[in-house]
């Protein structure tokens, strides 16, 4: 079943001529077309070439904040409805001149401001594993598609855990690199400090093979940095000597259940000759109040130019703040504005002080505070997320939201590479395994998880039934 | 009573390209067609800084005496306007380019800089009516969109209007010899806001008010001395003046209030994340530095040494790279430098003011000029004539020999061709010389004023003049 084959894998079989390069691709059409009214993971469906090359026709999809030339980039948003993108973003360009095909954009939350597609302003993502339940999110849309077979693998955006809480959810692969190593250039801004493009795979090394081909500096986006980096060379190398920290902070309070598949994935790697040790990072406890400050801060300037005048959604009104005013309204969700509000009193005059730049320092803190295990550790590792997905509609208050990043928002803070992968099942859903690794290594991050991943065995997919 | 002004002033940098994209700057281009995913703020696309703007940033600062600091960075002001398509503008709010210089008027008086920072100009907009708020229709071209800008802010250091314009014009030539911005206030190619308050006689101080839109050299003036005025008024009523902007408006001459403090934007400046730390080497600035060309007060103090040339001479000369270059190129033609700068100042400059134009060294060849400095010093044309052949070439372009030609206008100083000129007026003006002869000598001039009118003003009058005398004085029979 072609579905289920990952990325590498279809690349052999039509290497090998055992099937053709459209078959591939027309299959996956086609298992979305029969599967995505189920999950609903597609804002919209498109097919857009690529050139020739290592992926020719294997097909991805891309979450729905990031720019591809003639097709709808709506960020989940009423206020981008109806924009069709001028240009393509580099990432996604990458991926078409290596012969890539997208075949949908994929549903988030609005702005990527969210933990499980429930502020979509379309739809609400399922979880394939159980169609009750949330993805994660906000890059929802590309879990679910990547998990129920749609695509072998989907572009993700993650500002404080949105490509990692959904692979979590979903029990697949999640990968964010390191800020500066893959171009924003054409991902519509949320926090431009923490938002950093990565892929959703079925395996580590198809997260290795992807990010070798979206990464490297590009002059259009200033953050990038140039690094000479193979990601699948030395991938399955032994990691025997190894270190390993588990933070306190990211296993206090965790359920006996989740705490029990963690300590599988302890003993895994300690049968590898990994130590692991339990250290403590103090300032982690400030990093949820901290990015709660930062990403609205950077929101709310990202997000003025929504304004009704040039694109998007317009009213006519008496004035020019009527016309902002009726289109903001209008045009941004709930939680959107709530951040745009957040950041807009944070960055004022009078709170300045007292909130952002308080919050820089301690985001300085906590970047140090990080460093220093690293002179001693490898990675640092624990739960993706402090539970399994939850159903639709279960979570109230926003603060519930904001605290399913609790493990994952450090790594956007930092900048640090880091990678979600499946540990195990809690009440039969799984939960990922958070490996986070110093800034550019990301090279050995993916070598520990890929060790890990062949320790633990393969995981499965869910069955989606039709 | 004491005023004290303080200015802001943007001036566009006359750089190939915008500051943070690869968008032409083309004044002349039709709306909207120099414009990217970057300059009108479509989702997504990213600011890249362009590397001309830091160095014609450096350039200015250095020119202005300002401390040139290795690392900056760039800030965000958010306000919503429909001309600034992100909703915000990157500028260096925290951490500026430069800061500290300053620049020496005329009288010595020095006007202190704070700093010097760079930035993006916003888009053009067009009203149907008087304004945004009265307009039915806006139309916006965002061609002016990202074109880089500097702003330099000077400390509160001038107490009179005549100061604030000469800092002005003074800061425009500094900024036109570096090549850097064209100066232009009536298009916007410099702008300036003038901060101005007053403390009247009993001590009080008014508030700061701004005065914006100010769009010449003249208005900077007028500008600043009408507030002075309403100020100073508002004080003597007893008032209490608001801490305010208003806007110059140069048709009434007044200045009216745009909005008060109370309506002011916050800014929300915050750290722009898109774009890394700004670094710049000591070597680079190092470099900037050595290649700098001569400023216009180094410039006259060098015509004043060099050349003996008088200060106000020397100053004109040198304040317009144009003018200088000019200058300079008729000394190597082995032309007197007094005489040059004369003939420059007093006569080639006067036709361009008079037309209100920018001085054009086409208009006027340099041979030309040449030429005709030549002739009258030889004696061969009249002064006068010279500075009709001037107009003509001004206006013609023609060659000066022509024009000489055509009209005639060489000097007649061969004595045998004068002398039966000069007896035929002598004749003529029998009682004129019975006046001479009984020791009136001041009636030579009107005998030669006759012999130029009879010669239709080729002869040469110094000639004329001594000959007259001799042939009175029966030295010539």
């Excluded at chain 2, 995913?37 to 590397?51: S, Y």
């Excluded at chain 2, 800008?149 to 604030?164: G, Q, Y």
């Excluded at chain 2, 002739?375 to 022509?402: C, F, H, M, Q």
């Excluded at chain 2, 024009?403 to 004749?427: C, F, G, M, T, Y």
Aim: aromatic share 8%; hydrophobic share 35%; charged share 25%.
């Amino acid at each position: 079943m072609l579905s289920k084959l990952s990325v590498e894998e279809l690349i052999e079989q039509i290497k090998l001529n055992k099937i053709s390069a459209e078959e591939v691709t027309n299959h996956f059409v086609e298992k979305t077309a029969l599967v995505d009214p189920k999950i609903k993971s597609c804002i919209s469906t498109v097919f857009v070439k690529g050139g020739d090359g290592i992926l020719k026709g294997i097909p991805f999809m891309v979450k729905d904040n990031m720019e591809v030339t003639g097709t709808k980039t709506t960020c989940a948003s009423k206020i981008l409805e109806n924009y069709v993108s001028p240009y393509t973003a580099m990432a996604v360009q990458k991926l078409l001149d290596a012969g890539g095909v997208v075949i949908a954009k994929t549903n988030m939350d609005e702005f990527a401001m969210g933990a499980s597609t429930e502020y979509s302003n379309f739809f609400t993502t399922k979880n394939p594993w159980d169609l009750q339940r949330v993805p994660g999110g906000s890059s929802g849309g590309s879990a679910s598609a990547v998990a129920s077979g749609m695509v072998p693998f989907a572009l993700g955006s993650d500002t404080g855990g949105s490509i990692r809480q959904p692979a979590s959810f979903c029990g697949i692969v999640g990968y964010k690199p390191t800020y500066g190593l893959v171009s924003r250039y054409g991902l519509v801004a949320f926090a431009s400090s923490l938002d950093q493009i990565g892929p959703l795979t079925k395996n580590v090394r198809d997260a290795a093979l992807i990010g070798n081909i979206i990464m490297g500096k590009d002059q259009k986006d200033s953050t990038t940095v140039e690094k000479q980096m193979n990601l699948l060379k030395e991938i399955e190398d032994p990691i025997e000597g190894f270190k390993l920290a588990i933070p306190k902070e990211f296993t206090k309070g965790l359920s006996d259940s989740v705490k029990n598949v963690l300590n599988d994935a302890i003993d895994n790697f300690k049968k590898m000759g990994v130590k692991v040790d339990e250290v403590s990072i103090p300032s982690l406890k400030y990093a949820v109040a901290v990015y709660y400050i930062i990403a609205p801060a950077e929101a709310s300037s990202n997000l003025s130019r929504y304004d009704g005048i040039r694109y998007g959604l317009s009213f006519d009104g008496e004035s020019v703040d009527d016309i902002y005013t009726k289109t903001k309204d209008e045009g941004f969700g709930r939680e959107v504005k709530r951040r745009i509000m957040l950041g807009t009193f944070t960055l004022s005059a009078t709170y300045y002080d007292a909130y952002f730049d308080k919050a820089q320092k301690v985001r300085a803190k906590i970047v140090h505070e990080i460093k220093q295990v690293f002179n001693s550790y490898d990675a640092i590792i624990g739960p993706t997320t402090p539970s399994v997905a939850f159903k639709i509609g279960q979570l109230s208050s926003p603060l519930e939201y904001y605290l399913q990043d609790i493990y994952t928002i450090p790594a956007n803070l930092a900048g640090l590479p880091a990678i979600s992968l499946p540990m195990g099942k809690v009440d039969g859903l799984p939960i990922g395994l958070q490996i986070m690794a110093s800034r550019f290594e990301d090279e050995k991050l993916l070598r520990i998880g890929r060790n890990y991943e062949i320790s633990r065995g393969k995981f499965p997919l869910p069955e989606v039934i039709l | 009573m004491k005023t004290i002004i303080g200015l802001e002033i943007h001036a566009q940098l006359l750089t190939e390209t915008k500051a943070f994209c690869a968008c032409k700057i083309d004044v002349n281009a039709k709306p909207n067609t120099n414009i990217c995913p970057v300059c009108t703020g479509q989702p997504g696309a990213l600011p890249v800084l362009n590397e001309k703007v830091v160095e014609f940033a450096i350039m200015a600062g250095l020119a202005v005496n300002c401390e040139i600091h290795e690392t900056s960075s760039f800030d965000r002001k958010n306000y919503f306007y429909p001309d600034l398509p992100k909703g915000y503008q990157i500028t260096q709010y925290f951490h500026p380019i430069a800061t500290n210089g300053y620049l020496n008027l005329e009288s010595g008086k020095r006007v202190r800089i704070r700093r010097i920072h760079i930035e993006e100009d916003a888009g053009k907009m067009i009203h149907s009516s008087e304004n945004i708020t009265e307009s039915k229709t806006s139309l916006i071209d965002f061609n002016r969109c990202g074109v880089p800008l500097i702003e330099i802010v000077t400390e509160p250091d001038m107490n009179k209007s005549e100061e604030a314009k000469e800092f002005m014009e003074k800061l425009r030539d500094i900024l036109r010899t570096l090549d850097v911005c064209s100066g232009n206030m009536e298009e916007g190619a410099l702008r300036c806001d003038a901060n101005v308050s007053v403390i009247d006689d009993d001590g009080r101080s008014s508030s700061r008010v701004e005065v914006k839109n100010i769009n010449s050299f003249r208005y900077v003036q007028y500008a600043i001395d009408y507030e002075i005025e309403r100020i100073s008024k508002v004080l003597r009523d007893g008032k209490d003046v608001k801490h305010e902007t208003r806007g110059w408006d140069f048709v009434t001459r007044t200045t009216v209030s745009l909005r008060s403090k109370e309506e002011e934007n916050d800014y929300r400046y915050f750290p722009e994340p898109d774009l890394p730390i700004l670094k710049v080497s000591k070597s680079q600035i190092e470099n900037i530095k050595l290649n700098l060309p001569e400023l216009p007060d180094q410039k006259a103090e060098r015509y004043m040494k060099a050349y003996n040339l008088a200060k106000d001479n020397a100053n004109i000369i040198s304040k317009d790279k144009i003018i200088s270059s000019y200058f300079e190129k008729l000394v190597s033609l082995k032309i007197d430098p007094k005489d040059s700068s004369n003939w420059i100042v007093n006569d080639l400059i006067a036709l361009f003011n008079a037309d209100s134009i920018d001085f054009n060294a086409d208009k006027v060849p340099i041979e030309s000029l040449k030429t005709l400095i030549e002739y009258t010093n030889s004696g061969k044309i009249s002064r006068l004539s010279a500075k009709e052949v001037l107009g003509e070439i001004y206006k013609s372009g023609r060659n000066p020999e022509d024009i000489i030609k055509e009209r005639n206008l060489i000097q007649v100083s061969d004595k045998n061709s004068l002398v039966p000129a000069i007896k035929k007026v002598i004749e003529n003006n029998q009682s004129v010389v019975e006046q001479y002869k009984k020791g009136k000598t001041s009636v030579v001039g009107f005998l030669v004023g006759n012999v130029m009118k009879e010669t239709k003003g080729k002869a040469d009058p110094k000639v004329v003049g001594e000959l007259v005398k001799k042939i009175l004085d029966g030295e010539i029979v």
